[in-house]
């Protein structure tokens, strides 16, 4: 028998049917149960977030990812942080705030080689070691400083520019001296590009006349496409390059449904006249990089120089729409669930 924390009740939220395209409600379950006692080299860590993120879609559908779907009946994946409240490892010890896959439950039993870090910005908000200071942010910075190399003055786009990663990235192409251009969904979010992320200029694709207010936006057309989406904003996008241009494909938001393949624009023409290079980035590829990645965006939020907004629901039963929300564009900033 497992033995288990005495006066502990874990709360879980499980996949409990496999979906076809973005999950709802009625994918998810939410269960209540003990909380086992750590073994050697575990520790139990009592989880305060869990994030939300575009892709989780991904590793819940059965097609083919970078990682192996959620099994039915399992906890969902997603990054998480909280607090260590027991330790059977010597790397970690009680009371220490740490990040990791921990899934979206109240108390997460891992080992202690699987946690991703130790969060040591504790004067900072716990929750940003999930946004600015966790993978976004590190996607952000090192997609754009590794894949699009911008140089001082040139032009940097952006979609989904309000976003968790949209947001940070246009951020940095300004302390980095480049152009902004964020294009986002509705007034509200191009208004937050503008007025809170400082883009130079901020497009709603949901107005109509894309190709024209990328044209009017871009003039001399952009050298560096950060692209959270796929699908239409990425096709106006491809006929706005810049000669010798670098396209980041981040995200593939736009499209729900890889089954059957969407049909799309052929890039191999565009791509040859203008010398440009279409790369995908992967922030697990470039876990050397994180440490320094975080240590610089935490500089810039304490020198106010980088600004944040975060979408915070409450409790299991809000997760379990959560990914359907984060799709249909409802949240206006990273977008978060607060355990209790």
């Avoid at 149960?33 to 892709?55: E, H, I, K, M, Y």
């Avoid at 109509?208 to 001399?220: E, N, Q, S, V």
């Avoid at 692209?227 to 390059?241: K, Q």
């Amino acid at each position: 028998m497992t033995e288990t924390m005495p006066g502990l009740e874990n709360r879980r939220v499980i996949l409990a049917a496999r979906p076809k395209g973005v999950p709802g409600p009625e994918h998810f379950a939410v269960e209540d149960g003990p909380v086992p006692v750590p073994g050697p080299g575990q520790v139990l860590v009592r989880t305060a977030f869990w994030s939300v993120d575009p892709a989780m879609r991904g590793w819940v559908n059965d097609v083919p990812n970078y990682i192996p779907p959620v099994e039915i009946g399992a906890v969902m994946r997603s990054f998480a942080v909280g607090r260590v409240v027991a330790s059977r490892h010597p790397g970690f010890a009680e009371g220490e705030i740490v990040t990791g896959l921990f899934g979206w439950q109240r108390y997460a039993l891992v080992e202690g080689a699987t946690i991703d870090r130790k969060v040591v910005e504790t004067d900072l908000p716990q929750s940003l070691a999930l946004g600015l200071l966790g993978l976004n942010g590190v996607t952000a910075y090192l997609g754009l400083t590794r894949v699009g190399a911008p140089e001082p003055g040139q032009m940097v786009l952006v979609s989904t520019a309000a976003g968790a990663v949209g947001s940070a990235v246009g951020q940095i192409a300004k302390l980095l001296g480049c152009r902004t251009v964020g294009v986002a969904g509705g007034p509200e979010k191009t208004a937050l590009c503008r007025d809170v992320f400082g883009y130079d200029a901020a497009i709603d694709y949901k107005a109509g006349g894309l190709d024209a207010a990328l044209a009017a936006a871009c003039p001399d057309g952009w050298n560096v496409y950060f692209d959270n989406t796929c699908g239409p904003v990425s096709d106006a996008a491809l006929h706005r390059m810049a000669t010798g241009a670098r396209w980041i494909i981040c995200g593939t938001a736009a499209v729900t449904d890889w089954d059957p393949w969407p049909d799309g624009p052929r890039v191999h023409r565009a791509l040859l006249v203008k010398r440009a290079r279409m790369e995908g980035f992967l922030v697990l590829d470039h876990k050397d990089a994180y440490a320094d990645a975080i240590a610089r965006l935490a500089g810039w939020v304490r020198d106010g120089r980088i600004v944040w907004r975060e979408h915070i629901l409450d409790g299991a039963e809000a997760a379990r729409d959560a990914i359907g929300m984060l799709y249909r564009g409802e949240n206006t900033g990273k977008l978060l669930v607060r355990v209790d």
